[in-house]
């Protein structure tokens, strides 16, 4: 059984209620979504943070271009659309006001998943679940091959 969307995430996020949201695991601060979409569950990964990782390569700064160059560290590129690909697992980030703040990954059934900030991660079925006042919009996708894909 999986436990309940706490209501202070309910009203920072309340498409989730609508768009099917179920917590998958517990709140845990040792990870975030930019890890959870690159695979990691034992960092944070955050441009210009002394206390967070960032993969060399990458700019350390808080770019759409520099999280776009974070996640090809571990195999993303762009594409066009968050629409399921067989052989394919996708990233959705989000910005605020030209400024990244979220990325969301697509789970194998073709729901999304979210890890919010330090809190619990989440299933939605929509990149919209998470869209909104705290997070904005999405404004790029990305996709890396499954294992699947010879």
């Known amino acids: 059984m999986t436990p309940d ?29 930019v890890a959870w979409a690159a695979g990691e569950s034992d960092a944070v990964w955050w441009p210009g943070d002394p206390d967070a990782y960032w993969p060399p390569g990458a ?14 560290t571990a195999g993303y590129a762009p594409c066009p659309g968050g629409s399921p690909e067989t052989g394919y697992e996708k990233a959705a980030i989000y910005v605020r006001g030209g400024v990244p703040t979220h990325v969301a990954r697509q789970l194998p059934d073709g729901r999304w ?12 079925a929509t990149p919209g679940g998470v869209e909104g006042a705290v997070y904005g919009s999405v404004a790029a996708y990305l996709r890396r091959p499954t294992s699947e894909v010879a």
Do not use: Y
């Open 5 to 33: 969307l706490p209501a202070v995430l309910l009203a920072a996020f309340p498409a989730l209620k609508s768009d099917g949201a179920e917590v998958l695991r517990p709140a845990d601060p040792l990870f975030n979504c």
């Open 113 to 124: 998943s979210s890890k919010l900030g330090r809190d619990c991660l989440v299933a939605h």
């Open 59 to 72: 700019a350390d700064e808080l770019t759409l271009l520099a999280i776009s160059a974070a996640l090809g």
